[in-house]
C-alpha cells in the first residue's frame, strides 16, 4: 500500500482541504463524546503548525441532503474544537460560493457536507467545487473510507494534490500489522448478535487467522452447530451449516474455533435478569445464552495470552449487565496483559474498551466500525484507492 502520507508535504501558505470524521454524538447543542475530534487533532495541530490555511469538513448525522438543518450543524463541533485549540472555530457556511479567506495558520470548520447536494453520490461537479478549496485534499477519515462520496473520494481525485492525514496513515498502518504479515499466533474475536451480518469477516478470517473466538449470539448458532441446545437463545438456525463449514475448514487447515464448554444464561433479556452459570450441555428449552461461563473465559484468556496478533471485534456476552459481562471483562483484561500486538474496532468493542478501563493497554483502537470490518474482509476501500491512484499521478 503506497501513498502520499501528510507529514511528506510543505504546507506553509498552502491551502489544505481535511475530510475528518467529526460525526459525533450531540444531546441538546453539546457534543456528548468528543474522541473522534482528539483523534483529528494532531492532523489539525500538524498543519496549524506548519503555516497552512486550514479547512476541515465532516458529515454529523443524518440530514436531508441538500437542505441545512439547525440540528445537524456543526456549530457544536466548532465549539468543542475551539476548547481544544485554545482559540474560537469559525463555521463557515456557503464556502462553495465563497471560498473562505484564511490567514496562515487559522483552522476553520466547513458546515456539514450532507447538506451539499450530489455528496453521497460522489456527484462530480460538486467534487470539483471541494478540489478548487484546496491546494492539498487531506484526507484523514479512515470512518467514511468505505464510502465513495464526493467529500471522501471524489474531491481527492480531483485536488492538486491528495494525501492520507496523521490518523488514516496510522490507522492503515496498524491494518497493515495486523492482517498483512501478522506474528503467530493470531487470534481473532469477533462478537455481535448474528453471523449474517459478520458472515463475510468470519469467512476472511477463517483463512488468515490461527483461532477464530466467536461470541455474542453468533456463539450461539455455532454451539447449535457443534450439537449443543441453544434453548430460547439468539440463534440462526439457517446458518448452523455455514457455521460447521467453517468449523470444518478450519480444523482441515490445523486451526480452531473454540467452543464453550460452559455458558451464562437467563430466561429473558433483562438487566435484574439473574445469571446462572451451566454446563453448554445442560442449557434448558426456556434458557437464553447471554455469556460464556468461567472456563470457558479463562481458556480464552490462555489463548489470547499466548498470540502474536490479536484483532478483536465485538464483546463475548452482553456485557451492558453486569452480570451477563464477566466473559466480556476476562476477555479484556486478557488482551489488556498480553504482550502479543492487539488491533481493537467498532462501536460496542470500544464501550468495553472504556467499561473496563483498557483504553491505554490495547495496542491499537480503530475510530471506525464500517470500514474497520470491510478492510478486515479484504475488500477496497475506495478512499483509500483513490490516494494509491494518486501517489501514482
Known amino acids: 500500500m503506497s501513498f502520499i502520507k501528510l507529514t511528506d508535504l510543505d504546507l506553509a501558505g498552502k491551502r489544505v482541504l481535511i475530510r475528518s470524521d467529526l460525526n459525533v454524538p450531540v444531546k441538546n447543542g453539546k457534543v456528548t463524546s468528543d474522541a473522534r475530534i482528539t483523534a483529528s487533532m494532531p492532523t489539525f495541530e500538524h498543519c496549524v503548525k506548519a ?40 463555521v463557515v457556511k456557503d464556502y462553495l460560493e465563497t471560498p473562505p479567506d484564511l490567514a496562515d495558520g487559522e483552522l476553520v470548520l466547513l458546515e456539514n457536507v450532507r447538506f451539499n447536494k450530489g455528496e453521497g453520490k460522489d ?27 464526493a467529500s471522501t473520494h471524489g474531491a481527492g481525485k480531483f485536488a492538486p494534490v491528495a494525501c492520507a492525514g496523521l490518523l488514516l496513515a496510522e490507522e492503515l ?10 506474528a503467530r499466533p493470531m487470534v481473532a474475536i469477533v462478537g455481535g448478535s448474528k453471523v449474517s451480518t459478520k458472515l463475510t469477516v468470519l469467512e476472511a478470517l477463517s483463512e488468515k487467522v ?7 449470539g453468533i456463539a450461539n448458532t455455532f454451539l447449535a452447530a457443534a450439537g449443543f441446545p441453544v434453548g430460547k437463545s439468539l440463534c440462526e ?55 460464556i461461563g468461567p472456563n470457558s473465559a479463562q481458556a480464552l484468556a490462555d489463548i489470547i495470552s499466548k498470540a502474536g496478533t490479536i484483532v478483536w471485534n465485538g464483546p463475548v456476552g452482553v456485557f451492558e449487565f453486569d452480570q451477563f459481562g464477566a ?15 492487539s488491533l481493537a474496532g467498532g462501536g460496542d468493542t470500544i464501550a468495553a474498551i472504556q467499561k473496563y478501563g483498557i ?35
Not at 498502518?173 to 501478522?182: C, F, M, R, S
Not at 466473559?327 to 500486538?341: E, L
Open 51 to 90: 503555516g497552512a490555511k486550514v479547512m476541515v469538513m465532516s458529515h454529523l448525522g443524518r440530514p436531508e441532503e441538500g437542505i441545512y438543518s439547525e440540528a445537524d450543524s456543526l456549530a457544536p463541533v466548532a465549539a468543542t474544537l475551539g476548547e481544544k485549540m485554545g482559540r474560537a472555530v469559525r
Open 123 to 149: 456527484n462530480e461537479t460538486l467534487s470539483k467545487q471541494y478540489a478548487a478549496l484546496c491546494d492539498v485534499f487531506v484526507m484523514d477519515a479512515f470512518g467514511t473510507a468505505h464510502r465513495a462520496q
Open 173 to 182: 498502518d496498524a491494518l497493515q500489522k495486523a492482517l498483512a504479515n501478522p
Open 210 to 216: 490461527d483461532q477464530l473466538v466467536v461470541g455474542g
Open 237 to 291: 438456525h439457517d446458518l448452523i451449516t455455514t457455521a460447521k463449514a467453517l468449523m470444518e475448514k478450519m480444523t482441515a487447515r490445523g486451526a480452531t474455533i473454540p467452543i464453550a464448554t460452559d455458558v451464562v444464561c437467563g430466561k429473558k433479556f433483562d438487566e435484574n435478569e439473574p445469571a446462572i452459570a451451566k454446563m453448554a450441555s445442560e442449557v434448558s428449552e426456556d434458557d437464553m445464552i447471554f455469556d
Open 327 to 341: 466473559g466480556t471483562k476476562a476477555i479484556s483484561m486478557a488482551i489488556a496483559n498480553a504482550p502479543g500486538f
Open 359 to 393: 483504553y491505554d493497554q490495547v495496542s491499537y483502537i480503530s475510530t471506525a466500525g464500517g470500514a474497520f470490518l470491510e478492510y478486515l474482509e479484504g475488500k477496497t476501500l475506495p478512499a483509500v484507492a483513490m490516494l494509491e491512484a494518486r501517489a501514482k499521478d
